[in-house]
C-alpha cells in the first residue's frame, strides 16, 4: 500500500524551530507535486506550503511566509518543512501530500486535489 509518512513533529517553545520530513513507503513521487497541510482541532485542513517536482515553483501560505521552508530531495523521494520562529498558532497535526497534477491544475493549494496522503506528525508550540 503507498503510503506517505511523516516525522520530526514535536514539541517546541514559541519562537523555536522543527524540521519536517516526509518520505514514502512502497512507491516513488519523483515527478510529483508535493505538499504540506496542516489541521489544527476543531479547524479545517490548511495549506501550509508546495513545490513543483522539479523544486522551480515553491509557494506558501501567507501565515507562514518568511518563517517556513518547503525543500525536496528526489534522490532520496523526500520533502522536508524547515519551520523557524514557531508560534503557538501554528501548532496542528501535519500532513504531507502527494499529487501528479496540482501545478498543472493551479491548484496546488487544494487538498482535495491531492491524492496520496500521510498520517500527519504532530507539532505543538507552547508559548
Known amino acids: 500500500q503507498v503510503q506517505l509518512v511523516e516525522s520530526g513533529g514535536g514539541l517546541v517553545q514559541a519562537g523555536g524551530s522543527l524540521r519536517l520530513s516526509c518520505a514514502p513507503s512502497g512507491r516513488t513521487f519523483g515527478m510529483y507535486g508535493r505538499a504540506w497541510f496542516r489541521q489544527a482541532p476543531g479547524k479545517e485542513r490548511e495549506f501550509v506550503a508546495a513545490?513543483?517536482?522539479?523544486?522551480?515553483?515553491?509557494d506558501y501560505a501567507d501565515s507562514v511566509k518568511g518563517r517556513f521552508t518547503i525543500s525536496r530531495d528526489n534522490a532520496k523521494n523526500t520533502v522536508y518543512l524547515q519551520m523557524n520562529s514557531l508560534k503557538p498558532e501554528d501548532t496542528a497535526v501535519y500532513h504531507c501530500?502527494?499529487?501528479?497534477?496540482?501545478?498543472?491544475?493551479?491548484?496546488?493549494?487544494?487538498?482535495?486535489?491531492?491524492?496520496?496522503w500521510g498520517q500527519g506528525t504532530q507539532v505543538t508550540v507552547s508559548s
Open positions: 513545490i513543483s517536482w522539479s523544486g522551480g515553483r515553491i
Open positions: 501530500a502527494a499529487d501528479g497534477n496540482p501545478w498543472y491544475s493551479g491548484r496546488y493549494y487544494a487538498a482535495d486535489d491531492y491524492e496520496f
